[in-house]
Nanobody, 122 residues
Framework: EVHLVESGGGLVQAGGSLRLSCAAS????????IGWFRQAPGKEREGVSC????????EYADSVKGRFTIANDNAKNAVALQMNGLKPEDTAVYYC???????????????WGQGTQVTVSS
């Protein structure tokens, strides 16, 4: 089955940077997307960014445009999320998701990782 493992979370001061990684395994498919989602206590899950396998195209939530960048890391069979200019409101558990097809890659996922905590102090 599809297996996803997130890493790279931690504690950082406002304005700092973190790089998250989603290592994916257990599948062979030609049309899928890998997305990052986040959920803060008491808030709904939010799609942050995703990248499509077919053409490498990407999507970003308005709240992170210009600060976050998603990219394939082919050498590691992983997807990275580079987060710059972090703000306290970015504090959340960040989850990696695999989605069959790519049209709705910021809506939800079919398989999920365990999550990694990102905490931004002011």
């Amino acid at each position: 089955e599809v297996h996803l493992v997130e890493s790279g979370g931690g504690l950082v001061q406002a304005g700092g940077s973190l790089r998250l990684s989603c290592a994916a395994s257990g599948f062979t498919f030609d049309d899928y997307a890998i997305g990052w989602f986040r959920q803060a206590p008491g808030k709904e899950r939010e799609g942050v960014s995703c990248i499509r396998s077919t053409d490498g195209s990407t999507e970003y939530a308005d709240s992170v445009k210009g600060r976050f960048t998603i990219a394939n890391d082919n050498a590691k069979n992983a997807v990275a999320l580079q987060m710059n200019g972090l703000k306290p409101e970015d504090t959340a558990v960040y989850y990696c998701a695999f989605t069959y097809g790519s049209k709705w890659c910021l809506f939800s996922g079919d398989y999920w990782g365990q999550g990694t905590q990102v905490t931004v102090s002011s």
